[in-house]
T-cell receptor, first 115, second 114 residues
Framework: AQTVTQSQPEMSVQEAETVTLSCTYDTSESDYYLFWYKQPPSRQMILVIR??????QNATENRFSVNFQKAAKSFSLKISDSQLGDAAMYFC????????????FGQGTRLTINP | DAGVIQSPRHEVTEMGQEVTLRCKPISGHNSLFWYRQTMMRGLELLIYFNNNVPIDDSGMPEDRFSAKMPNASFSTLKIQPSEPRDSAVYFCASRAQGLNTEAFFGQGTRLTVV
């Protein structure tokens, strides 16, 4: 079974600085998708960024980018120019590229932005 | 589109009572998922449907939990009888067909069983 591990329960960063959230995963599959979801205090799960395992190029969405290291099974999220609105729980998630459609989530990292 | 709609947003009930959570997926999405979020166990899949058919219910904790999807626009998750350990946030998510699509989540139902 696939597992996702986020080793940082909490992180904090100064506003306008850059922060990196770590995620590792375990799988024997070669075809899969990885995601970062943001959960603000409103509870809504919001997709931040996604990465297809077959793509070597790291995904980027504005201030959010990932460092995908397939051999190391690592998928970190970098937030540049941190803003107060980035404060939230961040979840790393895995989905098989095959039949199983469910998302497997890490335990989450609580990100605090210091003004 | 209004997104995935869940009701109620909050539910407080007494132990032993029946609880029904509701979900309306995004129109056109053919996969629907029920997740539960707790501090101890994080986010875990309870069950998911493809084209209204349950595909994987291995995450359903026990017989007290049941889920139905009578049509493409509605699903329920029922707990009968409820217990205090069922207190959690329950999320519904839906996804369109295709490998390269993503799941969209509702705002969740916070269930408290006292």
């Amino acid at each position: 079974a696939q597992t996702v591990t986020q080793s940082q329960p909490e992180m904090s960063v100064q506003e306008a600085e850059t922060v990196t959230l770590s995620c590792t995963y375990d799988t024997s599959e070669s075809d899969y998708y990885l995601f970062w979801y943001k959960q603000p205090p409103s509870r809504q799960m919001i997709l931040v960024i996604r990465q297809e395992a077959y793509k070597q190029q790291n995904a980027t969405e504005n201030r959010f980018s990932v460092n995908f290291q397939k051999a190391a099974k690592s998928f970190s999220l970098k937030i540049s120019d941190s803003q107060l609105g980035d404060a939230a729980m961040y979840f790393c998630a895995y989905r098989s590229g095959g039949g199983a459609q469910k998302l497997v989530f890490g335990q989450g990292t609580r990100l605090t932005i210091n003004p | 589109d209004a997104g995935v709609i869940q009701s109620p947003r909050h539910e407080v009930t007494e132990m032993g009572q029946e609880v029904t959570l509701r979900c309306k997926p995004i129109s056109g999405h053919n996969s629907l998922f029920w997740y539960r979020q707790t501090m101890m166990r994080g986010l875990e899949l309870l069950i998911y449907f493809n084209n209204n058919v349950p595909i994987d219910d291995s995450g359903m904790p026990e017989d007290r939990f049941s889920a139905k999807m009578p049509n493409a626009s509605f699903s329920t998750l029922k707990i009968q009888p409820s217990e205090p350990r069922d207190s959690a946030v329950y999320f519904c998510a839906s996804r369109a067909q295709g490998l390269n699509t993503e799941a969209f989540f509702g705002q969740g139902t916070r269930l408290t069983v006292v």
